[in-house]
């Protein structure tokens, strides 16, 4: 017999985040971390036979803005409400010739460069860090965005305020709250590493610049939407495969206080919850998040260590909602046939839907190459599993 929904999705998205038992999971598509690749997109719509212009939503990850056919052909409970630059910045892709060969870059308010060649243009990564060889009085002196100028945010309630008046579905943000990554991408990895160890005075000047910047954004974007929003997405990459890529001790006593300072200000000015991104192994830093007044983590890598599923339940089910670990997108969403993709997705979906907590997503964005017939069967999957009765 075929099941049936009962709840709008708002109502579904807002019990499972409660650690209630909806009709079905909430399934998410369409964010900056849980989204899906131009090329994957194309091969996408192609293969559903759906005509959709296609609008790049990040051009640095090369993610696309789903279409509302796409959406409800998968039963996606989240709309995304998105602030954009200040009107003072002048933004945009420009063309240039390097080496002989053509390439796009992008410069960002902080004053990084994202580039990609014109020929490939799969992601766009790093090529210029602003503050490679600065010092601590550089960083005091460098002219950083205003994350308060209140350009940012027109049109952001009346956006809202549509989808909540003329749309059943769950309201979230695009991702921010970006404190430590920011660090290095305007630093340079390599560099930053070497001064989490050799000059942490220098982490710490630069994560206070960032985290003022956030503190003003949230502020204004908070006045704007905090009533509005069902969930508010922040996050940094703190793990890799194996586990968290600097030490604990550098965590808890440089990264935490910061990070800590941001989610409980953004608590102050919201009832949304908060959700937070980090790949990798993150299951040793799962109790500072929650510390820090996190209630839901992203994107769930379950093909990395420690990342079980069915331990990941036991250990933290009842104190995190769990948002991705669908399918394990390393080995078997680009690579296994569509029967094996549904079977992983039943799989998994049995580890985390008991006792709600659990949003449906891919680990990560879908990438280039994922075959459309797996990325059909992923959500066919989700919504086939995933009721509850």
């Known amino acids: 017999m075929k099941q049936k929904e009962t709840m709008t999705s708002r109502e579904r998205v807002l019990k499972a985040l409660n650690h209630q038992e909806p009709d079905r999971i909430p399934i998410d598509l369409g964010g900056f971390q849980t989204g899906i690749h131009r090329i994957a997109y194309a091969d996408l719509i192609k293969y559903l036979g759906i005509k959709d212009q296609i609008v790049i939503l990040d051009p640095v990850q090369q993610l696309v803005k789903p279409c509302e056919e796409i959406l409800k052909r998968f039963h996606v409970d989240f709309r995304y409400v998105v602030a954009h630059g200040p009107d003072s910045f002048k933004g945009g892709i420009e063309k240039n010739t390097r080496n002989g060969r053509s390439w796009l870059d992008l410069k960002d308010e902080f004053g990084i460069v994202w580039s990609t060649p014109e020929d490939q243009q799969l992601f766009m990564d790093i090529s210029y860090n602003p503050l490679a060889e600065a010092t601590v009085q550089d960083v005091k002196n460098y002219p950083f965005p205003k994350g308060d100028d209140p350009t940012r945010f027109t049109g952001l309630r009346e956006q809202a305020l549509k989808l909540r008046n003329e749309t059943p579905y769950a309201i979230s943000t695009g991702i921010g709250g970006v404190v430590y990554e920011i660090c290095w991408y305007m630093r340079g990895l390599e560099q930053w590493f070497v001064d989490t160890i050799e000059q942490p005075e220098f982490c710490e000047a630069l994560l206070d610049k960032t985290l003022e910047y956030w503190m003003g954004y949230y502020k204004c974007f908070m006045a704007e939407i905090g009533d509005l929003a069902d969930v508010i997405m922040i996050g940094d990459d703190l793990a890799g495969q194996s586990g968290p890529l600097f030490s604990g001790v550098f965590y808890r006593n440089v990264v935490k206080p910061r990070q800590k300072k941001l989610v409980q200000y953004i608590r102050s000015l ?14 040793s830093l799962l109790p500072e998040l929650k510390d820090n007044g996190v209630d839901i ?23 995190l909602t769990f948002w991705g670990g669908a399918c394990d997108s390393q080995h078997i969403l680009p690579f296994a046939t569509p029967e094996k993709v549904r079977e992983d997705v039943r799989k998994n979906l049995e580890a985390f839907k008991p006792g709600g907590g659990y949003v449906f997503n891919n680990v990560h964005n879908i990438q280039a190459g994922v075959p459309a017939q797996n990325i059909v069967a992923l959500y066919d999957a989700a919504y086939e599993f995933g009721f509850y009765n």
């Open 270 to 283: 919201t009832s949304a919850k908060i959700w937070y991104h980090t790949c990798g192994s993150c299951t």
């Open 297 to 319: 983590v992203n994107p769930v890598q379950i093909s990395a260590d420690n990342m079980d599923p069915v331990q990941l339940k036991k250990d933290f089910g009842d104190k």
